[in-house]
Nanobody
Framework: QVQIVESGGGLVQPGGSLRLSCAAS????????MGWYRQAPGNQRELVAT???????TYANSVKGRFTISRDNAKNTVYLQMNSLRPEDTAVYFC?????????WGQGTQVTVSS
């Protein structure tokens, strides 16, 4: 059994920062890709950022220069540092872990950017 647990969401004012964390545990082996996606009400789930095992990163254009993805392979953990947050960043953020045996999703963590 695989567990994907996200944390770090919350309410923040525009211009503020949050750091999301996602830890994978259980029967999961050879993780090669980790990423963050988000889904706002009425919208489809969209890619925010991904990182390979070798730390190659990709970002959505809307978050480039504001968000930074990183990972700790020893801890099977991926992070998303979000700075200069905007109201349009409000969404449920989901962690995805791609490994031998499948692709796994977390339950999501709510990020709300509002004054």
């Amino acid at each position: 059994q695989v567990q994907i647990v996200e944390s770090g969401g919350g309410l923040v004012q525009p211009g503020g920062s949050l750091r999301l964390s996602c830890a994978a545990s259980g029967s999961i082996f050879a993780i090669f890709g980790m990423g963050w996606y988000r889904q706002a009400p009425g919208n489809q789930r969209e890619l925010v950022a991904t990182i390979s095992r070798g730390s190659t990163t990709t970002y959505a254009n809307s978050v480039k220069g504001r968000f930074t993805i990183s990972r700790d392979n020893a801890k099977n953990t991926v992070y998303l540092q979000m700075n200069s947050l905007r109201p349009e960043d409000t969404a449920v953020y989901f962690c995805n872990v791609a490994a031998v045996g499948g692709s796994y999703w977390g339950q999501g963590t709510q990020v709300t950017v509002s004054s």
